[in-house]
T-cell receptor
Framework: GQNIDQPTEMTATEGAIVQINCTYQ??????LFWYQQHAGEAPTFLSYNVLDGLEEKGRFSSFLSRSKGYSYLLLKELQMKDSASYLCAVIDSNYQLIWGAGTKLIIKP | IAGITQAPTSQILAAGRRMTLRCTQDMRHNAMYWYRQDLGLGLRLIHY???????GKGEVPDGYSVSRANTDDFPLTLASAVPSQTSVYFCASSDTGNEQFFGPGTRLTVL
């Protein structure tokens, strides 16, 4: 079967750095997305990785290792508005998007 | 219209009733999707359409049907609603293989 694993919940302090991990086992791989979803709102796109390595975009970075079936999202200089759920999703060999259940990130002052 | 819209925003429905959730996008994306999102389970794909005139079943299609008569619209129909279909429904669109853009969601309660 296909599976994506993320921690259910994480807590971090405002101004700090947090890393949210995602491991996947899918039938094929054609890319990995990270989305942010605030409570009661729709998911919004954060990043896309298809090759190994780090993609940096402002305070957010995403890393991929295809050989390990592993990705992480790194959030720096945390702000209260970063409190949200972070969803990892993988495009499989049929170009279908397989979603993880999401990681709820709680930021404390 | 800017992006992707859904209607209604929320609905309370009696079990056994028929309901259509509407979704419209103006980005000329080929692909469209319907998901349901339940607490602790993440997004689950109900149906999808890779291009106008074609549809496919996702992970949880039972009790739902879709049509794709044109590029812009992708309605989702519950023929006879049941309480287990209480959920938040998101419509999304994309150019195939690229990032998906989501509508604001429909919160459906079936009593």
């Amino acid at each position: 079967g296909q599976n994506i694993d993320q921690p259910t919940e994480m807590t971090a302090t405002e101004g700090a750095i947090v890393q949210i991990n995602c491991t996947y086992q899918t039938s094929g791989f054609n890319g990995l997305f990270w989305y942010q979803q605030h409570a009661g709102e729709a998911p919004t796109f954060l990043s896309y990785n298809v090759l190994d390595g780090l993609e940096e975009k402002g305070r957010f970075s995403s890393f991929l290792s295809r050989s390990k079936g592993y990705s992480y999202l790194l959030l720096k200089e945390l702000q209260m508005k970063d409190s949200a759920s972070y969803l990892c999703a993988v495009i499989d060999s049929n170009y279908q998007l397989i979603w993880g259940a999401g990681t709820k990130l709680i930021i404390k002052p | 219209i800017a992006g992707i819209t859904q209607a209604p925003t929320s609905q309370i429905l009696a079990a056994g009733r028929r309901m259509t959730l509407r979704c419209t996008q103006d980005m000329r994306h080929n692909a469209m999707y319907w998901y349901r999102q339940d607490l602790g389970l993440g997004l689950r794909l109900i149906h999808y359409s890779n291009t106008a005139g074609t549809t496919g079943k996702g992970e949880v299609p039972d009790g739902y049907s879709v049509s794709r008569a044109n590029t812009d619209d992708f309605p989702l129909t519950l023929a006879s609603a049941v309480p287990s279909q209480t959920s938040v429904y998101f419509c999304a669109s994309s150019d195939t293989g690229n990032e998906q853009f989501f509508g604001p969601g429909t919160r459906l309660t079936v009593l």
